[in-house]
């Protein structure tokens, strides 16, 4: 069976986001624990939490923003795929307009914000200057509005490579400046500040590539104005995807702003240290998922239901696969991760860490089920699910947190996705997108949950018994985790079509990587 151009090029786009994501994300990984470990060893854990708990805030203000992003991607997908040049600019005049107004909400909601961030902050020692360190931090992360909008076009037009390498640069000089400005001063307002201006930096760079990429844009006589239909389509998908802004939200953020609260900022510090290790895999894993976001877009705007189907078995099957992999690594790996990294001081319940690592697996095996829900613009038809969503979590959370603190509100996570976000997003893409019953999809997740609870029972007892010290424990239960887990993987599904065409794609890049090696 022949490939056309048009798959040609997805392939070829998804490989080149995939190769620049995932050497990015290594190299800013690394940079990354080693700015955090500088970080911890000159300035107080309460001030880690603070750090985390202002990017939570700044993010819940973010709600302003409506779920435009997502709502343009979308509709670029289709002028894209036709070089319709004129509704291009049309759709990144209004982004512009738009951005520009939510920066300027954000910043006015935070400058209101700004007297009662210490109601949100419990802690033993009082941090002084605290209003001023969150306005810097919002005015860095508000000023963005007014130059990020352009970036949404590269990563439409399957270029998502060009931003991937010019945040992990600007944000390797970040942490490198803020590192040194904290051994040598120990200063929390000038890493804020070194934020401020990075973060501002690395948005216009990303401005003018966009403007030499795109030189049609500057050509402002030949724009179309949005038709009845598409005004009203583009208004219908923001008001849904504020909603699921909502349900976002409730997932990280308002977990962050609970512990802080009712927890304190010293254990939101702790938590953070675990956060960092799950942003650097998520990072890893997203190099999948969202490198082929715009590829699935293209696909879905030209191609027919039955092979935008096709494709989705076998990419939701190794996404899942992968996810399942990953969680057993943390429920094994986690704990020897961090004392080999900072020490026992820093460590959480285990209890703590079996929630994480189911949080992990629940939101990230619905990722490529996002994707197709995205690329088919499916914001409208379960608009309320992340409301219901966000409510779950909030109420479970706060019935729990005063019994279990941590534990509660990660439990409340937990629930408020299985009651709501694992079974009603692949409900109305079946329905929906690819128009076909949902049951075997239902079947295979259900099948490739219980596989991970039971490898992860068996690799975390089998295991148990290893204590090498500090740094032996970790390599030696890492060891296990390397072939146990794949083994029993390949027992199970060593039938199913899609493994076989993972194995068999493994092996053709082994090949191929050897004989170029020769």
């Given at each position: 069976?022949?490939?056309?151009?048009?798959?040609?090029?997805?392939?070829?786009?998804?490989?080149?986001?995939?190769?620049?994501?995932?050497?990015?994300?290594?190299?800013?990984?690394?940079?990354?624990?080693?700015?955090?470990?500088?970080?911890?060893?000159?300035?107080?854990?309460?001030?880690?939490?603070?750090?985390?708990?202002?990017?939570?805030?700044?993010?819940?203000?973010?709600?302003?923003?409506?779920?435009?992003?997502?709502?343009?991607?979308?509709?670029?997908?289709?002028?894209?795929?036709?070089?319709?040049?004129?509704?291009?600019?049309?759709?990144?005049?209004?982004?512009?307009?738009?951005?520009?107004?939510?920066?300027?909400?954000?910043?006015?909601?935070?400058?209101?914000?700004?007297?009662?961030?210490?109601?949100?902050?419990?802690?033993?020692?009082?941090?002084?200057?605290?209003?001023?360190?969150?306005?810097?931090?919002?005015?860095?992360?508000?000023?963005?509005?007014?130059?990020?909008?352009?970036?949404?076009?590269?990563?439409?037009?399957?270029?998502?490579?060009?931003?991937?390498?010019?945040?992990?640069?600007?944000?390797?000089?970040?942490?490198?400046?803020?590192?040194?400005?904290?051994?040598?001063?120990?200063?929390?307002?000038l890493y804020i500040l070194v934020f401020v201006f990075c973060n501002i930096a690395k948005n216009i760079v990303?401005?003018?590539?966009?403007?030499?990429?795109?030189?049609?844009?500057?050509?402002?006589?030949?724009?179309?104005?949005?038709?009845?239909?598409?005004?009203?389509?583009?208004?219908?998908?923001?008001?849904?995807?504020?909603?699921?802004?909502?349900?976002?939200?409730?997932?990280?953020?308002?977990?962050?702003?609970?512990?802080?609260?009712?927890?304190?900022?010293?254990?939101?510090?702790?938590?953070?240290?675990?956060?960092?290790?799950?942003?650097?895999?998520?990072?890893?894993?997203?190099?999948?998922?969202?490198?082929?976001?715009?590829?699935?877009?293209?696909?879905?705007?030209?191609?027919?239901?039955?092979?935008?189907?096709?494709?989705?078995?076998?990419?939701?099957?190794?996404?899942?696969?992968?996810?399942?992999?990953?969680?057993?690594?943390?429920?094994?790996?986690?704990?020897?991760?961090?004392?080999?990294?900072?020490?026992?001081?820093?460590?959480?319940?285990?209890?703590?860490?079996?929630?994480?690592?189911?949080?992990?697996?629940?939101?990230?095996?619905?990722?490529?089920?996002?994707?197709?829900?995205?690329?088919?613009?499916?914001?409208?038809?379960?608009?309320?699910?992340?409301?219901?969503?966000?409510?779950?979590?909030?109420?479970?959370?706060?019935?729990?947190?005063?019994?279990?603190?941590?534990?509660?509100?990660?439990?409340?996570?937990?629930?408020?996705?299985?009651?709501?976000?694992?079974?009603?997003?692949?409900?109305?893409?079946?329905?929906?997108?690819?128009?076909?019953?949902?049951?075997?999809?239902?079947?295979?997740?259900?099948?490739?949950?219980?596989?991970?609870?039971?490898?992860?029972?068996?690799?975390?007892?089998?295991?148990?018994?290893?204590?090498?010290?500090?740094?032996?424990?970790?390599?030696?239960?890492?060891?296990?985790?390397?072939?146990?887990?794949?083994?029993?993987?390949?027992?199970?599904?060593?039938?199913?079509?899609?493994?076989?065409?993972?194995?068999?794609?493994?092996?053709?890049?082994?090949?191929?990587?050897?004989?170029?090696?020769?």
């Amino acid at each position: 069976m022949s490939i056309s151009i048009q798959d040609k090029t997805r392939i070829k786009n998804s490989i080149r986001n995939m190769v620049t994501s995932a050497g990015s994300q290594v190299l800013l990984g690394i940079v990354s624990f080693v700015g955090r470990t500088i970080f911890i060893a000159h300035l107080k854990t309460d001030l880690l939490g603070l750090n985390e708990l202002f990017a939570t805030v700044l993010y819940v203000l973010s709600l302003s923003e409506l779920g435009i992003g997502t709502s343009i991607t979308y509709a670029l997908y289709a002028p894209l795929a036709r070089n319709d040049t004129a509704q291009i600019r049309t759709y990144m005049r209004f982004f512009k307009r738009v951005y520009s107004i939510v920066g300027i909400v954000i910043i006015l909601l935070g400058i209101c914000f700004t007297p009662f961030i210490h109601n949100f902050v419990k802690t033993e020692t009082p941090i002084t200057h605290l209003e001023l360190y969150f306005l810097l931090y919002l005015f860095g992360v508000g000023m963005t509005y007014f130059f990020s909008y352009k970036q949404i076009l590269l990563e439409a037009d399957q270029k998502k490579y060009i931003p991937s390498f010019i945040i992990c640069i600007a944000s390797i000089i970040q942490i490198i400046i803020q590192s040194v400005l904290v051994i040598v001063y120990k200063s929390y307002g000038l890493y804020i500040l070194v934020f401020v201006f990075c973060n501002i930096a690395k948005n216009i760079v990303l401005g003018l590539i966009t403007n030499k990429t795109y030189p049609a844009l500057k050509n402002k006589n030949e724009i179309v104005p949005l038709t009845k239909e598409q005004y009203r389509s583009l208004k219908n998908n923001i008001k849904a995807m504020f909603l699921r802004k909502i349900g976002e939200v409730s997932i990280g953020s308002i977990d962050n702003i609970l512990i802080s609260s009712f927890v304190g900022l010293s254990t939101l510090g702790l938590y953070a240290n675990y956060q960092i290790i799950l942003e650097a895999l998520r990072s890893a894993l997203r190099v999948f998922y969202s490198s082929i976001a715009a590829s699935i877009g293209n696909l879905c705007a030209v191609e027919t239901k039955e092979k935008a189907y096709s494709a989705f078995t076998s990419l939701n099957f190794v996404n899942t696969l992968l996810f399942s992999y990953v969680s057993v690594l943390l429920v094994v790996l986690l704990q020897p991760t961090l004392t080999m990294w900072l020490g026992t001081t820093y460590l959480l319940d285990l209890s703590t860490v079996i929630l994480i690592a189911i949080n992990f697996y629940l939101t990230g095996t619905r990722q490529m089920v996002l994707n197709y829900h995205a690329a088919y613009g499916l914001f409208w038809a379960d608009k309320y699910n992340p409301l219901a969503q966000a409510v779950i979590n909030l109420s479970v959370s706060l019935l729990f947190v005063r019994k279990f603190g941590l534990d509660g509100i990660l439990l409340g996570t937990a629930i408020s996705s299985l009651a709501t976000g694992i079974w009603i997003e692949p409900l109305v893409v079946y329905r929906f997108g690819f128009e076909r019953p949902v049951r075997k999809y239902f079947f295979t997740y259900i099948k490739l949950l219980c596989v991970t609870i039971f490898i992860a029972v068996l690799t975390y007892t089998t295991t148990a018994w290893i204590s090498f010290g500090r740094f032996g424990t970790f390599w030696a239960k890492l060891f296990f985790c390397i072939w146990l887990p794949p083994f029993c993987y390949f027992v199970v599904f060593r039938k199913n079509p899609d493994f076989k065409n993972l194995i068999t794609l493994i092996k053709f890049n082994l090949v191929k990587n050897k004989r170029n090696s020769h």
